[in-house]
């Protein structure tokens, strides 16, 4: 039944092209989840939502890798925070960024590795790993991606050349009017205009599908059965198009905010910066669900521009008290320091459970997250790229093993780079530059 | 499914013939290795058009990759990879700055179709990437699509982008289809594709088409002369490379993790220096010395780099500036040296450990099976392995010691009679290819048998493996494989061993035996079965 | 010889560094950490702990003559922007210019001797890592605690000892001095040295230093990669020798002579140059090595321009705490001191040394 129907569309839609674009009304379904909720009724999945999630001055070494390796693995102090959510989090621990004799930028070095898989040269500039993603798996979605920070600042890491750099917003209200605004259209009421690309790749995909009949005649029974594998590989990327062809399903779950924010001072006061980004990530889940994008940066504060974050009422920042506050002997860490990175550790928790608490169907935003937490040092008091923190959090639509902590001592971060890519379903072997680069992700999360 | 699938089932089955006999061999459609998907698009484009091809698993059968890519197919998320992997490479191919150099034609206007523009291109990219002159209904339904597309976006550009990206997604591209003609042989392209991909790893360059076209492929002088200039271009080395890679499994690398508290040096720098040391040393000594195969066994000459110096103990100075990549510099070992052949180099040894010890079981296994062609039978299920394991245990110091324990129980004895006397001459050499000469404070005994003969050390065994009438015969075996992309049939076996004592004659040159194998009528056979 | 004892394994390399005597065997290392000797212990600063950084600074603003109104509202202003400061800044520009010359504010950072001195606190206990570089115990002599040596000549901890950021032990890095040298050492050259005797538990030796052409690589663990080779530079400013003995296995340098390490790449230290060199070093058994090196140091060695502006403490009353505790070589039109006494500890582990071409 569904067949005929694809059918005619397929001829409908060969019929329009040349000519001009035409406005598709096609019925409701009215049931648009499957039992499980990870896909639409159809079969096909929803796509999985990278984050990529930033702050600087990373964690005291010692106190947030957790004690026990592998699954069900014991957190460390730090990282206690998030005990709750431990079955959607790898962390991995004892990775480094490699400068292959370049002189370390202290704050800027360890998160170019991070998040463009190489120590960007002077002149050059590598992409960062969200404009990669969305390059390949934002072109579907209004903003192929969308950044905040927390802080007041609007710089962030993100870049796609040399030449551009992706600004963040820095204010809730500004975020909110740019998504929700005038010109947001509603997947549960508005007309729909098919993508002329799309219709093009399908008639291409059409034409390599002709060529069936004549190779099968050249085969033996074996290879027919393969070359057969193939062509119904074909037929499901012609599916797949097909779908993009239909006017998007509504989006059960889909909710514009129930009112604008209100907009504190732009201030790098911690108390500031962690309302911004509540405010942030419930904008954020919202325009996820009713699929805006399905790549978003966040910030807390850049990089030197971690400096900034303050605890209310002192006078010291985050980053001068990494390099200046005593370790005391008998906790054994910077006690303030320590306060911030826990700040931190709660803030990353709230954004956990803004994608948790966004359901969809069974599931939540949350369980088709990829979330990487990243960072520029190993050891802020010393500005080292060794042992650095990173984090992956999220259940990627079911492509990730969660839950583990994986020691790779010695191992460049942009492994963790590769890995994430792979999960997005992004065609690479390799990534990252001179000493960080890699052909190995970690197989070992990959679903 | 495709409302005609059924329509062509039934074609198909009408079509079919008598299944091969066993002993002809048979035509196999195999799919491309990410290498080649590489190399292809790096000769048809440029090497700034870069891909990253990959498949999801690669397995191996009779010891080579090379025979499972026969086997496998392109799964759905593989060919949305791929997909995805040509709409770049062709986005690309026509953006401002490339289209110039390789685009051959301008567009009558840039926001329409051209399909005569569009046909030169696609026919003459088509021709590199197909490995053969498209027909006349391919060209014209991937020039009809590009023009649709090109209309539906009011771009030329855009539509010759899908057009291209049509072309790199088709199974003509993907899979290595070979086309057989009425009278039952090879077509000359399909010749054309076995050598190229055989002698070069990718596919064939404007001359060995030409060569096809004209007939040339089919006489034994033409055959001759067109490998003959093949084994001598620079790309012969990128396929001794490919087939070494694959008969060594250096793809075992990727998953290859050592214990850091045990194994310090073993950085990713080793990882990749480890596989080229190897690389470089077969290269030096199979084609650019041409030396006898047996001596990659023996030879004191290899290349090293200061990341391997550090690994090996060994001084290996960096002969770069500070902040440069370090270059490989070619040693060689005194004649007193511990050190000797490949079974000594970190990629050996390393490889064939276990990640917190070295495992002389596996590295025996390894010589059997990979050098030697034979096949050592798996543990049985319900082994107790306690003893070999438990490197810390005071009663037994060395692996020697644990193996012996461990092999008391009867069930064990015959296998590990057949892997550890190899493989405990290698134990002077850690689990990361560091050289020793105890473990646990006690003496590490090397001496051994293999096959009847004897030997003290690992130098010695080399001698002994380079004397072994098996390892020749067995690098012919499976480069003949290789080649066929199947294990030769039983039919084959003359061919086998007619191959088998050239190379022996000639003194076991490897060129040579590339060029026994492309010029033999076995290469080029084809099978019965349709 | 850990270089040479092996067989010589490179046709392209003439010879790798050679002992000289019959018997003699080398033994090469690549420093692996370089830091100040510091014994820092509780309680150490009888005058209490210096102040962070940017309280100092406006304490310091009140000294060059602000009025103390001024100064709060400049570190209000400070805070409200919630950005990295700039100089363009007026409280940064004020904090630059705290220097006068001719009655004009001038900057603090190339001027620092025309600022007041801050008088801040240096360290008033009596144990310090070091040596007794003068041969008296006198006033200012601490007492080594790891080897009871009394009279240690260590004016550089006495004078940075009570700022947070200097802060250190014989296993612990000053916060400053770890960031700085990590920050370099994976481009800087690496400082080699080579270790020569017939017996290595007892008898003479000789100790040499030298600059390497690479820098040092490191291992999975992160820790420096041992085994590595690496070429002398044939800079002979960076190559010196001295006379030295083994007491079960500690090496001591027996000629206390000059040393000089041309180090461009370091921020904190351009050129390391000791008078009355002295060296103690433990050969361990896993072929490391560790100790600490001393001697007398131009103080104005100590103070560069990337050390003004190092972030951690207030860099001119580090500036005033050296000048005035430089404890040697007086000048002899001014007689003021122009050196200080300095212990720095090395951490060294195996590595080939290929001498340069002759």
């Known amino acids: ?447 | 499914m495709r409302k005609f699938g059924l329509v062509l089932g039934l074609g198909l089955a009408v079509a079919g013939q008598a299944a091969a006999a066993e002993t002809s061999g048979h035509l196999v459609m195999r799919r491309l290795t990410p290498e080649q998907y590489e190399n292809i698009i790096a000769e048809t484009f440029g090497r700034d058009v870069s891909s990253g091809a990959r498949f999801s698993d690669q397995t191996r059968e009779g010891g080579l990759i090379a025979i499972s890519a026969s086997k496998t197919t392109v799964t759905g998320p593989e060919l949305e990879h791929f997909d995805s992997l040509a709409r770049t490479i062709a986005e690309k191919v026509v953006d401002k700055g490339h289209r110039n150099a390789l685009v051959p034609c301008k567009p009558a206007s840039i926001k329409d179709a051209d399909d005569a523009c569009a046909r030169q291109f696609l026919t003459d990219v088509g021709r590199s990437l197909y490995r053969r002159p498209l027909t006349k209904d391919e060209a014209d339904a991937i020039v009809l699509a590009a023009g649709d597309a090109a209309r539906t976006q009011k771009s030329f550009y855009d539509g010759l982008a899908h057009g291209l990206a049509g072309l790199m997604i088709s199974p003509d591209f993907l899979f290595r289809v070979e086309n057989v003609k009425a009278d039952g042989t090879l077509d000359a392209y399909s010749k054309a594709s076995r050598l190229s991909f055989f002698l070069w790893n990718t596919q064939p360059d404007e001359a060995l088409l030409k060569a096809a076209e004209k007939g040339n492929l089919d006489t034994e002088k033409g055959l001759a002369r067109e490998v003959d200039r093949m084994i001598a271009s620079r790309r012969f080395e990128t396929a001794v490379r490919a087939f070494f890679s694959d008969l060594l499994m250096f793809d075992d690398f990727n998953a290859l993790s050592k214990d850091a508290m045990i194994y310090p040096r073993f950085t990713q720098q080793v990882i990749k220096d480890a596989q080229e040391q190897t690389m470089r040393t077969l290269v030096d000594l199979l084609l650019t010395k041409r030396s006898d195969y047996r001596d990659i066994f023996t030879s004191r000459t290899t290349f090293l780099t200061p990341a391997l110096g550090s690994l090996y103990r060994m001084p290996v100075p960096k002969t770069t500036p500070n902040m440069e990549p370090a270059d490989w510099v070619e040693v060689q070992y005194p004649e007193n040296d511990p050190r000797a052949g490949i079974l000594t180099h970190a990629s050996f040894v390393a490889l064939h450990s276990h990640p917190g010890r070295t495992s002389p079981t596996l590295r025996g296994k390894a010589l059997r099976e990979i050098l030697l062609c034979q096949r050592v039978p798996d543990p049985p299920g319900n082994v107790n392995f306690t003893v070999v394991q438990d490197s810390s245990n005071p009663l037994y110091k060395t692996a020697r010691e644990r193996l012996n324990a461990h092999a008391t129980e009867a069930m064990c004895t015959g296998c590990h009679k057949i892997t550890d006397p190899m493989g405990l001459a290698l134990d002077v050499f850690d689990g990361a290819g560091t050289y020793r000469t105890t473990e646990n404070g006690a003496a590490i005994d090397t001496s051994g048998t293999l096959d009847g003969v004897a030997f003290k050390n690992a130098v010695e065994l080399g001698n002994v493996l380079h004397n072994h009438p098996g390892a020749p015969k067995c690098l012919v075996t499976r480069l003949a494989s290789y080649g066929l992309g199947r294990v030769p049939a039983a039919g084959e076996k003359t061919w086998i061993e007619a191959m088998q004592a050239d190379f022996a004659k000639a003194g076991y040159r490897v060129p040579d035996l590339f060029k026994s194998v492309a010029t033999s009528a076995a290469f080029f056979k084809v099978a019965n079965e349709k | 010889m850990r270089l040479v004892r092996g067989p010589l394994y490179f046709l392209a390399v003439a010879s790798v560094l050679c002992a000289s005597g019959a018997h003699a065997e080398t033994r090469g290392f690549v420093i692996a950490q370089f830091f100040p000797a510091f014994h820092s212990q509780e309680g150490d600063c009888a005058g209490g702990m210096n102040l962070n950084t940017g309280d100092q600074y406006d304490i310091g603003l009140v000294q060059a003559g602000y009025d103390e109104k001024q100064v709060a509202e400049w570190a209000r202003k400070a805070e409200d922007k919630a950005l990295i400061t700039s100089f363009r800044d007026e409280r940064h520009r004020a904090i630059r210019d705290r220097a006068t010359i001719n009655g004009k504010k001038v900057s603090a950072w190339v001027n620092p001797q025309a600022t007041p001195d801050p008088n801040l606190n240096t360290v008033t206990s009596k144990f310090a890592l070091g040596f007794d570089l003068d041969g008296k115990e006198g006033a200012a002599g601490f007492e080594n605690p790891m080897t009871g040596e009394k009279g240690v000549d260590n004016q550089y901890f006495r004078a940075l000892g009570c700022f947070t950021a200097h802060r250190g032990s014989y296993s612990d890095r000053p916060a400053t001095w770890s960031y700085m040298w990590d920050i370099v050492a994976p481009a800087m050259p690496a400082w080699l040295m080579s270790v020569t005797a017939d017996d290595f538990k007892n008898g003479a030796a000789t100790v040499s230093f030298y600059r390497a052409r690479e820098h040092i690589e490191r291992d999975v663990n992160n820790n420096v990669l041992p085994d590595l080779t690496f070429r002398i530079d044939p800079d002979l400013r960076s190559q010196v020798s001295f006379k030295a003995e083994i007491k079960d296995g500690v090496v001591s340098i027996t000629e206390h002579g000059n040393l000089h390490a041309v180090w461009g790449e370091m921020v904190l230290l351009t050129d390391l140059r000791l008078g009355n060199t002295h060296l103690r070093l433990s050969l361990r058994d896993d072929g490391s090595a560790d100790g600490v090196l001393g001697g007398y140091q131009p103080w104005k060695d100590t103070i560069s321009d990337g050390y003004r502006s190092a972030m951690g403490a207030d860099s001119l009353g580090e500036y005033w705490n050296i000048r005035k505790l430089a404890d040697a070589n007086p000048d002899p039109k001014t007689g003021a001191n122009q050196d200080i006494s300095v212990a720095y500890r090395i951490n060294a582990v195996p590595a080939f040394l290929i001498p340069p071409p002759q």
Not at chain 1, 60 to 68: A, D, V, Y
Not at chain 1, 137 to 151: H, I, N
Not at chain 1, 402 to 411: D, F, T, Y
């Open chain 1, 1 to 447: 039944m569904r067949m005929t129907e694809k059918l005619k569309r397929r001829q409908v839609l060969r019929g329009m092209i040349g000519g001009a674009a035409v406005t598709v009304a096609l019925p409701y379904l009215d049931c648009f989840l499957n039992s499980n909720g990870t896909a639409l009724a159809d079969g096909t999945k929803l796509p999985v939502v990278f984050t990529n999630w930033f702050q600087g001055l990373g964690f005291s070494p010692g106190f947030w890798e957790p004690k026990t390796a592998g699954f069900n693995y014991e957190n460390n102090m730090l990282l206690k925070p998030l005990d709750a959510f431990k079955k959607k989090i790898t962390v991995f621990s004892g990775m480094r960024a490699y400068t292959d004799g370049n002189v370390v930028v202290p704050h800027e070095s360890g998160a170019q590795v991070c998040q463009a898989g190489g120590v960007t040269k002077k002149g050059q500039a590598l992409p960062t790993i969200d404009t990669i993603i969305a390059d390949a798996v934002g072109t579907r979605t209004r903003f192929r991606t969308l950044e905040v920070r927390c802080d007041g600042r609007t710089e962030t890491f993100s870049r796609r050349s040399a030449s551009s750099s992706n600004p963040a917003e820095n204010a809730p209200l500004a975020l909110y009017n740019r998504i929700f605004g005038a010109e947001f259209q509603d997947p549960n009421t508005s007309d729909f205009t098919p993508d002329p690309a799309v219709i093009a790749r399908k008639s291409v995909l059409s034409a390599v599908a002709e060529r069936r009949k004549t190779l099968m005649n050249q085969l033996g029974t074996a290879d027919k059965t393969r070359l057969d594998e193939y062509f119904t590989s074909l037929r499901q990327l012609e599916q797949q198009l097909d779908l993009q062809l239909e006017k998007p399903e509504a989006v059960p779950s889909c909710r514009v905010p129930a009112a604008a924010p209100e907009d504190g001072p732009r201030s790098a006061d911690m108390v500031n910066v962690r309302r911004n980004h509540l405010l942030f990530s419930q904008i954020l889940a919202h325009a996820v669900a009713c699929n805006q994008t399905n790549v978003l940066g966040v910030s807390l504060s850049g990089g030197t521009g971690g400096s900034a974050l303050r605890k209310a009422g002192t006078s010291q920042t985050f980053h001068t008290l990494t390099h200046e506050e005593q370790v005391d002997p008998k906790l054994g860490y910077q006690p303030t320091v320590a306060w911030f990175q826990n700040e931190v550790v709660e803030i990353i928790r709230e954004y956990l459970t803004a994608f948790q608490s966004f359901k969809e169907g069974p599931n939540s935003l949350l369980d088709r997250s990829l979330i990487m937490y990243s960072t520029d040092n190993g050891d802020a008091k010393t500005h080292s790229q060794l042992n650095l923190p990173l984090i992956l959090m999220g259940g990627a639509g079911g492509r990730i093993k969660e839950g583990q902590h994986i020691v790779a001592n010695g191992q460049t971060v942009s492994r963790v780079g590769l890995t994430i890519q792979q999960i997005m379903g992004i065609p690479v072997s390799s990534w990252g530059t001179e000493s960080n680069a890699t052909s190995q992700p970690f197989t070992e999360v990959m679903a």
